[in-house]
């Protein structure tokens, strides 16, 4: 494939960036995450355990729903530190674009199974104004699933618009920061970051 001068101009710029340096500071470390995800996989899992929802009466395993593209390096290291047997899917909304503002909210790429009678876990990476995660739960549970229940890395309680259930929580975040890493972008970038920063004012906009 031939790429222009300019193409390779900004393809050799962007390999120079460390997105490091781009950080107010680091929020969430590496081993604070791996920390809270651990735990938080053992609590799920003893609760499911204890609820007798580790299968279904057809004996199928807690289905766990990513919501793309955020969690998916959540949902992963949560389902291999879970100690019951999962499955798991991917559903896609949008909402945010590559901007800040909350908008409407639709069904980009559905699930590829059907949910009813399953026990659902689904996770998210952020929840702040509530609008996305409402709009899956009442998608989801039209669907008629055993249970439903939703659990997400950070709670960023100080962005709430309107009121949402959340049974598991990673960290409840109370400051209004813009945080990147760990699956979180800003315009598609950061998300391979190990850790969870505060994203620089200068580069946002």
Same mark, same amino acid.
């Given at each position: 494939m031939a790429f222009s001068r300019v193409a390779l101009h900004k393809v050799g710029i962007m390999d120079?960036?460390?997105?490091r340096t781009r950080m107010e500071r680091v929020l969430y470390s590496e081993d604070a995450i791996s920390e809270r995800v651990r735990k938080l996989a053992e609590q799920i #899992?003893?609760? /499911? %355990? #204890?609820?007798?929802? $580790? $299968?279904d009466r057809k004996g199928r395993p807690l289905l766990i729903v990513g919501i793309l593209r955020g969690a998916l390096v959540f949902m992963a290291d949560l389902a291999r530190e879970m100690t019951i047997p999962v499955e798991y899917d991917l559903i896609s909304v949008s909402s945010y674009g590559n901007g800040t503002a909350p908008g409407a909210v639709r069904l980009v790429k559905d699930l590829e199974?059907?949910?009813?009678? %399953?026990?659902?876990?689904?996770?998210?990476?952020?929840?702040?104004t509530g609008y996305t995660i409402e709009y899956l739960r009442r998608n989801l549970e039209s669907r008629d699933p055993a249970s439903l229940r939703v659990c997400t890395l950070v709670d960023k309680a100080a962005r709430r618009e309107i009121q949402t259930q959340v049974d598991y929580v990673g960290f409840a975040l109370a400051e209004d920061a813009f945080i990147v890493g760990y699956g979180m972008? /800003? $315009?598609?970038? /950061?998300r391979n970051l190990p850790f969870i920063g505060v994203l620089k004012q200068e580069y946002i906009g």
């Open positions: 120079q960036i460390d997105l #899992s003893d609760d /499911y %355990r #204890s609820r007798g929802h $580790a $299968a199974r059907p949910i009813e009678g %399953r026990d659902v876990l689904v996770v998210e990476d952020i929840i702040d972008d /800003y $315009a598609e970038l /950061y």
